[in-house]
């Protein structure tokens, strides 16, 4: 028997999740179960999933902390120092709303991106600066926020209208 690293098993996962679309990506997909069984928690204790964004050129994977009560949306990512390319923090809503934040105690830029309940990309406020009190909202109602590191979604070239998909 050939015993495969736990991570090469997650990077397969990940690319598996690639073909799921829609905001409310969750089925009983085994791949995707399975790998939302090998993901721990977060440092800061919150539950991470695989989440993906199709732009026209490519797909791009990343691990998102999930801030699911409203006390875990209150802090999001404050006071955190560094956060790596491939990470995230979603923010799912029951009902759609228009959405806004702020950057108070957030030490560093971000791209906040407001998704819609069919997944798609409403818009992103690119950028936005540390410790602003400034709202930064959507246009529209949204489902979901999808937070990721500052210009990571220029870099990407991730922008309205892309797919963003997760278990």
Known sequence: MIKIPKAVTLSLALLCLTGLSGCNARTGDTAAASLQNELPQSEAGLNQVALSVQT???????????????????????????????????FPFPVDRVA???????????????????????SIA?????YSLAPVSSNEPVATVLEIAGGRAAELGIGPGDRVAWQ
């Open 56 to 90: 026209s050129d490519a797909t791009h994977a990343f691990i998102v902390e999930v801030a699911e009560t409203p006390a875990q949306q209150a802090q999001g990512l404050m006071f955190r120092t560094r956060l790596a390319p491939d990470r995230g923090m979603i």
């Open 126 to 130: 690119a950028n936005t600066i540390p």
């Open 100 to 122: 806004s934040f702020w950057m108070k105690n957030t030490v560093i830029p971000l791209d906040i991106i407001f998704v819609r309940r069919d997944g798609t990309i409403e």
